[in-house]
């Protein structure tokens, strides 16, 4: 997807210099860099990062924001489109595969309804670690990372996701950051 992006982002940009890497920022160890240029220098800093859709799937939200921080050049802006969380049952958790929403959340699901999961729904209901982000969760992860002018906007448009076989509609957000 990196390669398909740069070659885009070149071909209408051509005047735009354009260094791109991949990178783990959500691990503990220092991130050791692929890349799909050979001019790369993984000491360099950068002046955007993103996570797009991705973020709700991180055991550590807090470790890769300040990874990413660490990445960034004085003034670089870190930005994370999410969701929203739905409201979450009292047995349910934060950090509960559970917790993510289902196409009926407010019902336990029954034992047809768990055969009825396809295979690729279980599979990545395993790697879901939040049901979503509320403004004051993200403020808390930019501020604590060291990022100031935090800003935070709800998307109107609902984003429409292929769940198990079901469309759900989920509420996103932008949330950024600048580093100091």
Not at 14 to 25: E, G
Not at 92 to 97: A, N, T, V
Not at 110 to 129: L, N, V
């Amino acid at each position: 997807m990196l390669q398909q992006y740069t070659t885009l982002l070149s071909s209408s940009h051509p005047s735009l210099h354009l260094t791109t890497a991949i990178a783990d920022f959500c691990s503990a160890a220092t991130p050791e860099y692929s890349n799909t240029s050979a001019a790369f220098d993984s000491s360099a800093h950068y002046d955007v990062a993103g996570v797009a859709l991705g973020f709700h799937h991180f055991s550590d939200p807090s470790l890769c924001i300040s990874n990413l921080y660490a990445s960034l050049k004085k003034g670089g802006v870190l930005f994370i489109v999410d969701w929203l969380p739905k409201e979450v049952k009292k047995e349910e958790h934060i950090g509960s595969q559970h917790a993510h929403p289902s196409a009926h959340p407010s019902s336990q699901p029954s034992a047809q309804q768990k055969d009825k999961e396809t295979e690729e729904w279980k599979k990545m209901k395993k790697t879901i670690k939040t049901n979503g982000f509320s403004e004051s969760d993200m403020k808390v992860f930019f501020t604590e990372a060291g990022f100031t002018d935090f800003g935070f906007v709800v998307l109107e448009e609902k984003f429409l996701l292929q769940m198990n076989g079901k469309e759900v509609a989920k509420t996103g957000f932008i949330a950024k950051g600048r580093k100091v």
